[in-house]
């Protein structure tokens, strides 16, 4: 079975050897954890919910007006 390749999602195993999975869409912006050892349903729950609370901490960060420092433009 082919691995699926999520848009944003990074693995990479640590220093220590143990995988990691962030999920970051842009290279600049903060990176939110996914869990390693789960399901694929219980994976995609988690993805969802990491885009949910990227797209929602951006948009506080916007009204605060910090969000040049997250842009993906690099203005």
């Known amino acids: 079975m082919a ?3 999520l848009k944003g999602v990074e693995r990479f195993l640590d220093r ?3 995988p990691r999975i962030y999920y970051r869409p842009n290279k ?3 990176r939110v954890v996914l ?3 789960a399901s694929w349903d219980e994976f995609l ?3 969802e919910a990491a885009r949910v609370a ?3 901490m ?3 960060l916007h ?3 910090l969000n040049q420092e997250f842009s993906s433009h690099g203005k």
């Open 3 to 5: 691995r699926r390749v």
């Open 16 to 18: 220590h050897g143990k």
């Open 28 to 30: 600049r912006g903060p």
């Open 35 to 37: 869990p390693t050892n």
């Open 45 to 47: 729950i988690a993805y």
């Open 54 to 56: 990227y797209a929602g």
């Open 58 to 60: 951006l948009m506080a």
């Open 63 to 65: 009204g605060a007006g």
